[in-house]
């Protein structure tokens, strides 16, 4: 049997990709945006991709160029390198989950998409999924794992049945 989603995720709206807004500087998955978020009493929902090393990266799509000024994949840069790169209009670094995790603490819901890492929503190697739930060991608030990939829920099921 599944655990029910934490009653604190009915209480609250989730802003998207955290409350991001670039013209005020907050790009969606920034640190900016999720401090906002915070500071709104929002809960706040984020994305995931793997870094090359097998980092959780708080990352919308799978390329960078559409909100950095570099290139490629974000699968080909190591987390190290992933967090030198600044967001669009921001002061802000692409940031890995365990940075987010400790900036939001429990203090509002927080739905975690993992995205798809096979490009054809078939069968993962788990990896991104096993990044995520070490992080979330010992996450002391609400939190919910979603994909639109089921094998990556199903890893998670596995991985933190909790």
């Known amino acids: ?30 640190p900016g945006a999720v401090k906002a978020a915070i500071a709104a009493g929002y809960g ?29 994949l974000v699968r080909d840069h190591t987390a190290a390198s992933l967090s030198q790169i600044k967001l669009r ?17 429990g203090r509002v819901p927080l739905l975690i998409e993992l995205k798809d890492q096979t490009d054809s929503m078939s069968e993962t190697d788990g990896r991104l ?3 995520t739930a070490q992080a979330l060991t010992t996450y002391p608030g609400p939190v919910a794992v979603m994909s639109f990939n089921p094998h990556a829920i199903a890893h998670m099921a596995r991985l933190a049945p909790h």
């Open 44 to 72: 706040i929902e984020i994305d995931l991709q793997l870094s090359s090393d097998g980092v959780a990266m708080v990352f919308h799509d799978e390329a960078l160029d559409r909100l950095t000024d570099a290139t490629g």
């Open 1 to 30: 049997m599944r655990p029910p989603l934490p009653a604190a995720f009915l209480r609250v709206p989730l802003a998207h990709r955290a409350y991001h807004d670039r013209s005020q500087r907050r790009p969606e998955n920034s």
């Open 89 to 105: 209009d921001s002061g802000d670094r692409i940031p890995t989950l365990t940075e987010i995790l400790t900036l939001i603490a």
């Open 129 to 131: 999924e096993a990044a």
